[in-house]
């Protein structure tokens, strides 16, 4: 339909400016914060009015200058992020 878009729930958030602009397509990005209830987790929202455009290569080298942190992460287009850590000790 045109207008529209659809984000599918799962995405992992990938920052390249914190809060701001995401390369991940995390839908929590948009959602509000709040709950349905003080005793009830989940949204009663069914849709957002967003601004979507299309990324050149431009501008993505020159966030690729200004927030080199971002792209040093290292990344899978099939799963995105990936964590590479561990736990140490009993706590």
């Not at 003080?38 to 290569?57: D, I, P, Y």
Request: glycine content about 14%.
């Amino acid at each position: 339909m045109p207008g529209v878009i659809s984000i599918d729930h799962g995405a992992r958030a990938d920052f390249i400016i914190p809060g701001k602009l995401d390369r991940g397509g995390a839908i929590n990005t948009i959602t509000p914060e709040g709950i349905i209830s003080q005793r009830c987790a989940g949204q009663a929202t069914s849709g957002f009015l967003v601004e979507v455009e299309k990324v050149t290569l431009r501008q993505m080298g020159e966030w690729m200058k200004q927030y080199p942190e971002a792209f040093e992460r290292e990344y899978d287009p099939g799963s995105g992020l990936r964590f590479n850590a561990w736990v140490e000790g009993d706590n």
